[in-house]
Structures are given as C-alpha cells and as structure tokens.
C-alpha cells in the first residue's frame, strides 16, 4: 500500500511531538517504514533547527526507537538540511560523516544584500513583508536567488532527494499572481529539474500543504515533466504532528498515476527500491 514517509519533524526541531509519538502513530497506520527527518543544524541557532550539541540526543532517541519497535516497523534516521552556502550544506564533511540513513536537500533561508539570513519559507502574507523589508519589492530577485541555490545544492550533491523542490512559487504567486506562468519562470524550473535527472537524485513530493493551500510541492502541473526527465519520486507529509503523517498521500499518488508515474521510491532494508503505485 506504500505506505511510507521519510519526511518529518519532531520535538527535536519544529515538530510538535516526540519522535516515538511519530513512530507509533505509523505503527498504528501500518506504515512499512517510517524516516525521521529533524532539521539539521545551521551554523547559528534558530529556534526551528537541531544544535549540534543535540545532535548525539537525536541519533540516540532514534536508536532507542528502532531497537524497541524492531520487527514492527522499518525506522530511518535522515536529517533535512539546508543549503546555506557553500559552508553549510548536505555535501559538507559534517553531514557526511553522520550515520544518517539518508539525506534530504533543502532551502529555505535567503540573504539580503546586507548578508542577513531571511527566511522565506514562511506564509504568504509574511513573505510579502519581507520581499517590501529586506528586497526592496524585487521578487523576480528573490526567486531567482532561490532557484540558484537549489542549483548549487544539487550540483553538490551529498543528498538522496530534494525536498520541496518549488516552494517559494506559492509565495511567488501571492505577491504577484501568474509569476510561474512567465517563461523566465518556467525556464528556471525546467533548469533545476533537468540538473536533478542528470544528477541522478530523487524528488519528493511534499503532501504538507495539500489540505491547507491545496498545492504539492513540486506542483502538480510539473509532475508529466517529472516523468519526462524519469526522475524518480517519493511522496511524503513533511508532518509535523503525529496525525498528518499519511496527510494527502492518496492524493498525490491519484495526481502522479494520471500523469503516468506509476512508480515511488521506498526504502527496504536501507536500500532505495521501486515499488508500483497502489491505490
Ligand atoms: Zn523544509
Ligand atoms: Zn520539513
């Protein structure tokens, strides 16, 4: 029945329970594996990522875990990392040294002209603040500044899948509705995802908002670009409460399947392997 999910978030980072709450509930679902993904550490606190002195805490509380539930369900242990620069990013020793089972690339923080981190993976009415405050209303900067660095994350590498590959385009298309309609616009996206089919990586497809915004991230009208390019696809809730962990998956899986893609990638016994689409 797929039911998996390798992205989601505890009390470790912004998640709004502890890991084991996650872990039962998708025992309860009848998940075959189940990934913990907290944020990793940014080289600065924040108060939605790991420290790095929480770091060990993480890997033994998912150790506990996988001990305890073994033969109930296969556990995974991932962080989802940001790419800053390139000081910090997934490619970096730090996280490849970490005995993480894999690896999810993602970006949320941009800098202003000043060098101030802004973080844009926010709502749509703060996002448009900050485009006023922080890029003197130049949108078409921001996202192009995003999509470049989602172009040096993956050609990097060090990660098993994107994470939410087109994310600012809800918040693109607040501030300025039909933006990712524009051909510049277009142009970028198709860049990112040709890079990620030639690079071999995988992409999620982040379920997180469905309900809420009514949108995947990648959105849906670029899933037959996905099975053009044959890159490889998972779907997970991105949950950050216990609940949501199975949150618009049918969903996904019915908008995937009407494209064409009948396959997502699992992880069994550690290894990345297809498995059909069943609904
Ligand atoms: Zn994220
Ligand atoms: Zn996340």
Excluded at 162 to 174: E, P, R
């Amino acid at each position: 029945m797929n039911l998996t999910n390798y992205h989601s978030h505890t009390s470790f980072c912004d998640g709004h329970a502890p890991m084991e709450e996650f872990v039962i509930e998708a025992i309860h679902q009848g998940f075959a594996s189940y990934g913990i993904s907290s944020h990793a550490p940014l080289p600065f606190p924040t108060r939605w990522t790991m420290n790095k002195e929480e770091v060990s805490a993480y890997f033994e509380a998912f150790y506990r875990l996988k001990k305890k539930y073994q033969g109930e369900i296969d556990l995974y242990i991932g962080m989802e990392i940001d790419y800053l620069d390139e000081q910090s990013n997934p490619s970096i020793d730090y996280f490849q040294l970490l005995p993480l089972d894999y690896r999810i690339g993602s970006v949320h923080l941009l800098s202003d002209d000043k060098g101030e981190i802004v973080d844009i993976d926010c709502s749509k009415e703060k996002f448009k603040e900050k485009i006023y405050t922080y890029f003197h209303y130049d949108l078409k900067g921001v996202v192009l500044a995003y999509y470049s660095k989602l172009m040096s994350m993956v050609e990097l590498g060090g990660f098993d899948f994107v994470g939410h590959a087109d994310k600012i385009a809800f918040n693109a298309s607040y501030y300025q509705p039909g933006v990712t309609e524009q051909d510049w616009y277009k142009k970028l996206l198709t860049g990112l995802f040709v890079l990620i089919a030639e690079k071999g990586l995988m992409m999620e497809i982040n379920t997180k908002a469905y309900h809420k915004l009514g949108v995947f991230y990648p959105n849906e009208k670029h899933f037959s670009l996905i099975n053009q390019l044959h890159i490889p696809v998972l779907v997970n809730s991105d949950a950050h409460y216990p609940a949501l962990i199975n949150d618009g998956r049918a969903e996904a899986f019915q908008a995937l399947k009407s494209v064409g893609i009948e396959q997502v990638m699992e992880l069994v016994a550690g290894k990345w392997c297809k498995s059909s689409i069943v609904i």
